[in-house]
């Protein structure tokens, strides 16, 4: 069991009311046609925790491990790359080169003269940036990537791995989102953005659609529906593929979807309490990297204003708990720091009878976690698991 930690709940007043659907099923089909069409597509595993099962007070916890996702480390390998994908098929489409190129014909250069005079660009914290840049090198297009100045030099050499420009600028994530948008107006290049906002949704959209794969390879291979899910936010992208999937998966019975973040990162959480999208100040500097984020997705909270059934938000001490926690057991998961923020909620609730009775935690419950990342910073996963704890 971790030690208790101090943790924010909020359960959502507006769980289960209908909505507009943000995900739409046509979409969904073509990017599950294309993802596992991909070479080296393999779904992850899905990891019975039973320890944690047993310190949590519940019947199963199952782990769908990220770790290992096309050797990038983390599930965005799915959105991010997906996206450059439909980016250059689109502009293929519209230069009148290729009405319907498909992945594998990117993918053995076919259409290359055009696909390299095309860049792609966005801001990352680390792992949406790597997908793109290794999107934009399997399908032939040229990339820049913008990191804020937080964002550890592992991190940033990672990417630049698969062929990246990497630019740095002053601030935190959202700096570079505004960063990444204006080079990409002065220069004419096409921003593959993770987070959506009013008037661009498009990008994003296809984003979130490569995410559900994720999910959808955990349903399947769950031996019985969930209970509970609890899955860390950023912007929310991951999050409301996750509870689009589930919705759509179990509809008759919707497992209770609980979006965990950092508490230095909460944008979630403020945005559900203000009943709108907000926008929280400060330089986010939480641990966990992947979900240092100040400003929700809006097409993602459109989603969890009414899939989620709850919001937390944890300490950064969690995160780091999880990490060691998992890496310690008998048969070790290796999980980077941005992976834990779903178990560390789950660890922290269940251990509160008020949590537990507000979340319906009970023995016979069954949590799904996605652990989304592995060690993808490996010198600050080493770092943290050196302490005591
Ligand atoms: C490992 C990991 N988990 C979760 C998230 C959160 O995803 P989102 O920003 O879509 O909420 C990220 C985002 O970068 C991430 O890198």
Known sequence: ?????????LINRHAGTPGIAVLPEGGWRRAHAAITAWSG???????????????ARVAQVLYKDEGGRFGLGSFKALGGAFAVMKLLQAELARRRVANSASGADLEAGRFRETTQAITVTCATDGNHGRSVAWGAQRFGARCVIWVHEHVSQGRRDA???????IRVVPGNYDDAVRAAQAEADRQGWFVVSDTSYEGYTEVPRDVMQGYRLMAEEAVRDLPAPPTHVFIQGGV???????SVQIRARFPKAVPKLVVVEPDKAACLLASAEAGQPTTIAGDLDTLMAGLACGEPSLL???????????????????AVDCMRLLARREAPVV???SAVAGLAGLLLAAREPYARAALGLEEDSRVLLFGTEGATDPA?????LEGQG
């Open 1 to 9: 069991m971790i030690p208790s930690r101090p943790f924010r709940l």
């Open 41 to 55: 597509y393999l779904p992850t595993p899905l990891r019975d925790l039973p320890d944690v099962a047993a310190a």
């Open 159 to 165: 990417i630049a791995a698969y062929g990246a420009e």
């Open 236 to 242: 929310g992208g991951v999050a409301a593929a996750v």
């Open 300 to 318: 993602a909270w459109q989603e969890l204003e009414r899939g989620a059934a709850a919001f937390m938000a944890v300490p950064d001490a969690a």
């Open 335 to 337: 999980a980077g720091e």
């Open 380 to 384: 600050l996963y080493a770092q943290l």
